[in-house]
């Protein structure tokens, strides 16, 4: 069983940024992929950005390509998702997730562990 506590959320101006962490606990960091998720209100889960296990292969959504960078330190179990040029429509739950899968990682389906969330506010 994996646990993965989010941090680094908050209100921000637009074109501010801010930098999401997530701590991992309970399994075997190295082997899974993780993945950013965010949820604004009234709409549906969105994939933001992952990157998998081994190879560390990067996916991000268009949207924020150019402005949001994943990495990860297997190390320190933790996985960071630094956040430039923020934008109102950013505004959002944002989540972190696990998966043992290494292909089609930009769909919640394939992540088996959650956390509870971190709260982004971008302000106009």
């Known amino acids: 069983q994996v646990q993965l506590v989010e941090s680094g959320g908050g209100l921000v101006q637009a074109g501010g940024s801010l930098r999401l962490s997530c701590a991992a606990s309970g399994g075997r960091f190295s082997t899974y992929s993780m993945g950013w998720f965010r949820q604004a209100p009234g709409k549906e889960r969105e994939f933001v950005a992952a990157?998998?296990?081994?190879?560390?292969?990067?996916y991000y959504t268009d949207s924020v390509k150019g402005r949001f960078t994943i990495s990860r330190d297997n190390a320190k179990n933790t996985v960071h998702l630094q956040m430039n040029s923020l934008k109102p429509e950013d505004t959002a739950v944002y989540y972190c997730?696990?998966?043992?899968?290494?292909?089609?990682?930009?769909?919640?389906?394939?992540?088996?562990?959650w956390g509870q969330g971190t709260q982004v506010t971008v302000s106009s």
């Open positions: 997730a696990a998966s043992k899968a290494i292909m089609r990682v930009t769909t919640s389906d394939h992540y088996d562990y």
């Open positions: 990157i998998t296990w081994g190879v560390g292969n990067i």
